[in-house]
């Protein structure tokens, strides 16, 4: 079987890192990397520590409206599906990569898979919701995380091509949650200049990553968030997404926050580690609510919808809006989840992943 694996953001890569070690034992895979995400620590770091092969590819397309992105990854994406001639496209998640490639290959009557298939969140205004919606509908194979998106696919009439896999990232996480801890590493610290310098670790801090359109288009949201983080007793730890880098370092400084420590983006093991060892955890991605669950850990989502129901249970994980006092309010409550409750599979979603590629084949 010839696959062809196109990633292109930062949450895909670790999906591809578990996969592609179980597809490449007996299959060939191309991969392509769109160029979404370009920056060192958004996208090369992951890829070495990772230890995933270079891609095939690299497509070097970033930037510009949403429209704009994704026409031009759809052709440069079409010329690769056109000369690879693969028996399946696979794609993760929901980002523009997602659908582009997805497109460009449904055109060429190249069936698509899409891995992490069926999350809906019912807004329309969030443009993750848009890539998730059209590409399950152009992919013959669609492979649910959790039950919930077998759920969603049965609303929409896409459960005949649904399979329950198990999440890859519940894989990631087993798999290197334990590869660093936080004496291994220094946070590199954002400053107005750029040259900011060091820092380790605090003993105790809360854990805040934001980046989604929603919450980064102006300031009011972000500042906050940041009034919230500093009312809480612990210091927080927040690896700033390039794209809200100069309106976090601003208000920071404008308003004086001491307790904030702002820093590049982290790789993936300093990730996984830093929700390992964090009180708490405050987020507007999709991904790291999953690793706050499986670390066991009371999350704050600042969003107003649901990505995974499962994580929001028993407090484990609360929504909240971008308010101060809601968000602390909702952070000091208790939270208490059984442990035999794993609803995101059994670490092995890789190899079902690869299972269904097989056996699904035959009958596209
Ligand atoms: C994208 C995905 C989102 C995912 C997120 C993970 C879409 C619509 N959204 O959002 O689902 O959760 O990735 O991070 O695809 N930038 C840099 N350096 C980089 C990457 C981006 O400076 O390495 C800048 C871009 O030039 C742009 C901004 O950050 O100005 C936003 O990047 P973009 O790729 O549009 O979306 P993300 O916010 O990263």
Redesign the pocket.
């Known amino acids: 079987m010839k696959v062809v694996t196109v990633v292109g ?3 895909q890569f670790m999906k591809a890192a578990v996969v592609y070690r179980v597809l490449r034992e007996k299959h060939r895979e191309i991969l392509v990397h769109t160029g ?4 060192y620590n ?2 090369e770091q992951f890829f070495r520590e990772l230890e995933i092969p270079d891609p095939d590819y690299n497509l070097g397309i ?2 510009g409206t ?1 429209a704009q ?1 994704t026409g031009r990854m759809m052709a440069a994406a079409e010329e690769v599906l056109i000369r690879e001639k693969p028996d399946w496209l696979l794609v993760y ?5 997602t659908l582009a490639a997805a497109l460009a290959a449904a055109k060429l009557h190249i069936p698509v898979c899409h891995a992490e298939a069926g999350i809906r969140t019912h807004s329309r205004t969030n ?2 919701e848009i ?1 998730r919606i059209c590409t399950d509908h152009v992919s013959a194979l669609l492979l649910a995380a959790t039950q919930s998106g077998m759920d969603e696919m049965a609303k929409e009439g896409l459960l005949e091509r649904g399979r329950l896999t198990g999440d890859p990232m519940y894989d990631a996480f087993r798999i290197w949650s334990e590869k660093r801890s936080p004496g291994d590493f220094r946070l590199k610290l954002l400053s107005k200049t750029g040259e900011g310098g060091t820092e380790a670790v605090p003993d105790r801090y809360c854990y805040l990553t934001c ?3 929603e919450n980064t288009r102006e300031d009011g949201p972000l500042l906050e968030i940041f009034r919230g983080m500093e009312s809480l007793d612990v210091p927080t730890v927040y690896p700033v ?3 809200n880098r100069e309106r976090a370092v601003r208000l920071r400084d404008a308003c004086g926050f001491r307790k904030l420590i702002l820093c590049e983006p982290v790789g993936y093991l300093e990730s996984v580690c830093l929700v390992k060892h964090a009180e708490k955890v405050v987020t507007d ?3 790291l609510q999953r690793e706050a669950f499986f670390a066991g850990k009371k999350c704050v989502t600042i969003l107003d919808f649901v990505c995974w129901p499962e994580t929001m249970v028993s407090g484990r994980n609360e929504l909240s809006a971008p308010k101060a006092e809601e968000i602390t309010e909702k952070l000091a409550r208790p939270q208490q989840v059984d442990p035999a409750y794993r609803p995101f599979g059994d670490g092995h979603a890789a190899e079902k992943i690869v299972r269904a590629l097989e056996e699904e084949r035959m009958t596209v």
Do not use: I, L, V
């Open positions: 953001a930062r949450p979404q995400h370009y920056d958004m996208s970033s930037g949403h992105m998640g929901d980002t523009n990569s443009p993750e890539n980046h989604r359109e997404h390039p794209r991605s999709g991904g």
